[in-house]
């Protein structure tokens, strides 16, 4: 007999506990480029803050911690200014390739 699992009784999926490292979040960030998708960019940024600490990050990249938490949460649009602060203060840069067909 098969057995019905409830979805809410699953956990919650958190990314931030599969970045232990630069390489990690290097390959996240890649794969998320590759949607064209700046709302998920948006997000994926905000797992790798959260991942380092939300706070050091706000630090360094000079944005509040309270505007970075709603510049990155999902659905958002932030300015290119913003996405090149965060990159630069989580220490990873963003690079263009030639574009396949």
């Not at 948006?42 to 050091?56: C, K, N, Q, Y």
């Not at 990050?57 to 659905?75: F, M």
Request: hydrophobic residues 50%.
């Amino acid at each position: 007999m098969t057995r019905k699992i409830n979805v809410a009784d699953l956990p919650d999926f958190d990314m931030t506990e599969h970045l232990p490292d630069d390489e990690a979040i290097a390959e996240y960030l890649t794969v998320v480029l590759e949607e064209n998708d700046p709302a998920l960019l948006a997000a994926a940024l905000g797992d790798i803050a959260r991942a380092r600490g939300m706070t050091e990050i706000a630090k360094a990249s000079g944005i509040g911690r309270e505007a970075l938490y709603k510049a990155l949460r999902p659905n958002a649009q932030p300015r290119f200014e913003t996405i090149a602060r965060v990159c630069a203060a989580l220490g990873v840069k963003l690079v263009a390739q030639v574009a396949h067909a």
